[in-house]
């Protein structure tokens, strides 16, 4: 079955950087877009990241096609069946549980991981 675990997830000044990790499974990895949602308290689940291989060869992950919110940069390893969310200069307003999300007939999503940014 289709399993995506987050974590990277914590406590960080305005200003720092996190990296999130998404560990997939149970699904052909390569050959999905896979996304990074975030959700604070009282707002809708909004899109963070994209990153779309359609065409690129399996181990030539540079050549994705990412979308991606300014400071931020998703990137994935094909081998190892990850993909990540780098985020930099995080402000207050980056505060959120981050997902990570495949669309294989439906949405899947992981457990969450969460991000605080405060001094």
């Known amino acids: 079955q289709v399993q995506l675990v987050e974590s990277g997830g914590g406590l960080v000044q305005p200003g720092g950087s996190l990296r999130l990790s998404c560990a997939a499974s149970?699904?052909?990895?390569?050959?999905?877009?896979m996304n990074w949602y975030r959700q604070a308290p009282g707002n809708e689940r909004e899109l963070v990241a994209v990153?779309?291989?359609?065409?690129?060869?399996?181990?030539?992950?540079?050549k994705c096609a990412v979308t991606v919110k300014d400071r931020f940069t998703i990137y994935r390893d094909n081998d190892k069946k990850m993909v990540y969310l780098q985020m930099n200069s995080l402000k207050p307003e980056d505060a959120a549980v981050y997902y990570c999300?495949?669309?294989?007939?439906?949405?899947?999503w992981g457990q969450g991981t969460q991000v605080t940014v405060s001094s």
């Open positions: 990153i779309s291989c359609i065409g690129v060869s399996t181990g030539d992950t540079k």
């Open positions: 149970g699904f052909a990895f390569s050959i999905y877009d």
């Open positions: 999300n495949v669309q294989i007939m439906k949405d899947y």
